[in-house]
């Protein structure tokens, strides 16, 4: 088995799967291997996962803990799992300190093992906090972590020395996250791969817990070459949060097909100028988030585009479904053997992105059937929802939900993203995972 440095760049593949409300990888750490299942997040760096030796506890986190795909590390149990020390600049970063002395003077160092950089005693604990509200308390831990090079039948490579989070106790985040932001901590950094970037292909959520089948997440070079088709808008640099992708939404199209006898017709919906720039504080652009399950459209924006949607759909609104599940805007639509017929009945939505990118949403990355057909009718919801807070941070988020079907590329080295409508299952297949085994 090939071992490499952590900042030596080298080609990735790693296989994505859908699960609840996001897209999950396994990590491979420690001597001897353990496997671990966590969320892939483009919203933060740090990559943790739940420590087994620490009783992790988990507050508001649903149901998760009795599926069989949630596991956690045990670093006892491997030989070369060892503690970050306070010196380290990962620990400086963990801490959010501009001082590097801080950590080790939290540890309890004396002031001259401090000047020296010398302590040896351990970086203090953590706590990280989510947009969402979601927090974690842990420790930092290095350790073996394997990954794959571009081709999954090739012997994994090993990585040393990776630092991550071994969370003992958890608000509302059950399961890990490998962070893919561009801070010191997140893993393209760590790897090397900030320079270079990554792309993903999110199967549809039809997918879900199919275990014959993958989404492709590539890493390094080949993630960002032979890219002619698509379109790429430029990457904004948020003054609050510099470590997040952040694009520019100058405007949206919803585009009716003429559904019970109706013409077809395509109306514009004006963006506010703050899903496009940031104001004197850095609030505002748009984020976007594989983190983040459903599109964010700040008020009144969502409002218009719910009235927009509804003056161009002639079915019976469900209340009875949008006021059980949350969302604001559902139908019940006919059913049809034919699925591209099926997908003709709702109008479609369309992001216009800075530098003229427009990318046209797939039907079934908006809206979704809520439940089993019956009586040849089905109840189909919009699922975006409203910026609960619009006016600090990000003015709106781009959701994974909305991302299915699209190729997403991040190109690190020009700071820019780059979209491409397609089947990510015949991607998948393209890439050897469509008989994987997750």
Not at 49 to 76: A, H, I, R, T
Not at 108 to 135: A, E
Not at 413 to 420: D, N, T, V
Request: net charge negative.
């Amino acid at each position: 088995m090939e071992r490499i440095s952590t900042l030596e760049v080298m080609d990735m593949m790693e296989p994505l799967r859908g699960f609840k409300d996001g897209y999950i990888i396994s990590l491979n750490f420690g001597t001897p291997p353990q496997v671990v299942q966590v969320f892939m997040d483009t919203g933060s760096d740090l990559t943790w996962v739940p420590c087994g030796n620490l009783s992790f506890e988990c507050m508001q986190c649903g149901d998760y803990k009795s599926n069989k795909l949630v596991s956690s590390f045990y670093p006892s149990l491997s030989s070369s799992s060892l503690r970050d020390t306070c010196t380290s600049s990962f620990c400086t970063s963990i801490h959010n300190s501009d001082n590097p002395f801080d950590p080790c003077a939290m540890a309890g160092c004396s002031l001259t093992t401090i000047l020296k950089g010398s302590c040896p005693r351990p970086c203090p604990s953590f706590s990280y906090t989510y947009g969402g509200g979601g927090l974690i308390i842990g420790s930092l831990n290095r350790d073996i972590l394997r990954v794959h090079g571009s081709d999954l039948s090739s012997s994994p490579r090993e990585i040393s020395s990776f630092c991550f989070g071994c969370v003992s106790s958890s608000f509302m985040e059950p399961i890990g996250l490998v962070g893919f932001g561009k801070g010191t901590l997140s893993l393209p950094s760590q790897l090397g791969f900030l320079h270079k970037g990554f792309s993903h292909c999110f199967l549809g959520f039809n997918f879900s817990n199919n275990p014959n089948i993958s989404s492709p997440l590539i890493i390094g070079d080949l993630a960002i070459t032979s890219k002619e088709e698509f379109h790429f808008t430029p990457m904004l640099t948020s003054p609050m949060y510099p470590n997040s992708y952040y694009i520019g939404l100058e405007s949206i199209t919803v585009i009716s097909n003429g559904n019970n006898g109706n013409s077809s017709t395509t109306s514009l919906v004006e963006v506010p100028l703050n899903l496009k720039a940031f104001d004197s504080r850095g609030n505002g652009g748009m984020l976007i988030d594989s983190g983040t399950t459903y599109t964010h459209l700040p008020e009144p924006l969502y409002s218009k585009l719910l009235l927009e949607l509804s003056s161009k759909i002639s079915y019976m609104r469900s209340t009875d479904i949008e006021q059980r599940s949350g969302f604001d805007l559902c139908f019940k639509v006919p059913v049809y053997s034919n699925n591209e017929h099926e997908q003709e009945l709702l109008p479609l939505i369309s992001f216009h992105f800075l530098d003229n990118v427009e990318l046209v949403l797939p039907t079934e990355s908006c809206f979704y059937a809520m439940s089993a057909a019956k009586e040849s009718m089905v109840v189909k919801c919009l699922l975006f929802q409203s910026m609960e807070d619009g006016d600090y941070g990000p003015a709106g988020v781009f959701g994974s939900f909305q991302q299915q079907n699209v190729e997403v590329v991040y190109d690190l080295e020009k700071e820019r993203i780059g979209f491409l409508a397609k089947d990510c299952a015949s991607s998948a297949a393209s890439h050897g995972l469509l008989l994987h085994q997750i």
